[in-house]
Nanobody, 121 residues
Framework: QVQLVESGGGLVQTGGSLRLSCTAS????????MAWSRQAPGKQRELVAA???????KYADSVKGRFTISRDNAKNTVYLQMNSLKPEDTAVYYCNAKIVSFETPRPSDYWGQGTQITVSS
């Protein structure tokens, strides 16, 4: 059974920083891609940042220059360093990974439980 566990959410003031972590565990063969998405109240979930197993990254325009995604392949962990936070970054942040498990030979999508980020003005 594969699962993703997130940590690092909380309340921060405008201009502050937070770091999210997400660790995948279980019967994992490989993790081709990991990503962070967010969903604000009344809005659709949006992709914030993604990273391949080789380290190729992409970001939403709204976070470029402020957020940095990274991963530790040995630990099956992805990080999201968030700097210069704004009130509009307030949302529930979800970790997502495409994982090939020993039971399922094709990549499948897995999601974390979500962690709340609140940026106060």
């Amino acid at each position: 059974q594969v699962q993703l566990v997130e940590s690092g959410g909380g309340l921060v003031q405008t201009g502050g920083s937070l770091r999210l972590s997400c660790t995948a565990s279980g019967s994992i063969f490989s993790i081709p891609a990991m990503a962070w998405s967010r969903q604000a109240p009344g809005k659709q979930r949006e992709l914030v940042a993604a990273i391949s197993s080789g380290g190729t990254t992409k970001y939403a325009d709204s976070v470029k220059g402020r957020f940095t995604i990274s991963r530790d392949n040995a630990k099956n962990t992805v990080y999201l360093q968030m700097n210069s936070l704004k009130p509009e970054d307030t949302a529930v942040y979800y970790c997502n990974a495409k994982i090939v498990s020993f039971e399922t030979p094709r990549p499948s999508d897995y999601w974390g439980q979500g962690t709340q980020i609140t940026v106060s003005s």
